[in-house]
């Protein structure tokens, strides 16, 4: 049964204004349901604060061998892209790659190469942060972000 918001209808109600709140607020708006929005002060008032605010397509996340989810990442920063280009856009930025990075060893990518001795001390090789720069543009496909690897 739906809520009422006086005579109205109400197919969601949302607690909370913060970037999660207004996300599903506006997707289920976009699939034709009403909406209603609950929250105590401002709409993302405190939401992130000491966040970077850069929309990303989880390129650590493949360390981890999480390729589905890197996938769903990049479709979903470019469907934010696509539909708020007046506040979101591409953004070129250098990756700097000290010949001193080491792997953690608590991803299965560095636990890999640390256990095989295939690195010279764990150290972190540009070829494979390339590579995975790669694979991250492949991931992504076609889209409004030029590729990456191309940068380094």
């Known amino acids: 049964m739906p809520l009422?918001?006086?005579?109205n209808p109400t197919d969601l109600f949302i607690i909370g204004g913060g970037?999660?709140?207004?996300?599903?607020?506006?997707d289920a708006v976009g699939r034709g349901l009403s909406v209603v929005l609950a929250e105590q002060g401002d709409l993302a008032q405190a939401t992130s604060?000491?966040?970077?605010?850069?929309?990303h397509g989880?390129?650590?996340y493949l360390e981890y061998f999480e390729?589905?989810?890197?996938?769903?990442?990049?479709?979903?920063?470019?469907?934010?892209?696509?539909?708020?280009?007046?506040?979101?856009?591409?953004?070129?930025?250098v990756l700097p790659i000290p010949p001193d990075m080491r792997f953690e060893g608590d991803t299965?990518?560095?636990?890999?190469?640390?256990?095989?001795?295939?690195?010279?001390?764990?150290?972190?090789?540009a070829w494979l942060i390339r590579l995975g720069l790669f694979?991250?543009?492949?991931?992504?496909?076609?889209?409004?972000?030029?590729a990456r690897a191309r940068w380094i």
Do not use: Q
């Open 108 to 125: 299965p990518t560095g636990a890999a190469f640390v256990a095989s001795d295939a690195l010279d001390e764990g150290r972190r090789p």
């Open 135 to 146: 694979l991250y543009d492949t991931l992504g496909g076609a889209g409004s972000c030029p």
């Open 19 to 26: 970037i999660n709140g207004c996300g599903v607020a506006r």
């Open 49 to 55: 604060s000491a966040s970077t605010k850069l929309f």
């Open 58 to 60: 989880g390129l650590r």
């Open 67 to 93: 390729f589905r989810l890197v996938r769903e990442a990049l479709e979903e920063r470019e469907t934010l892209l696509v539909a708020m280009p007046h506040i979101s856009w591409p953004m070129r930025f």
């Open 4 to 7: 009422t918001s006086g005579t």
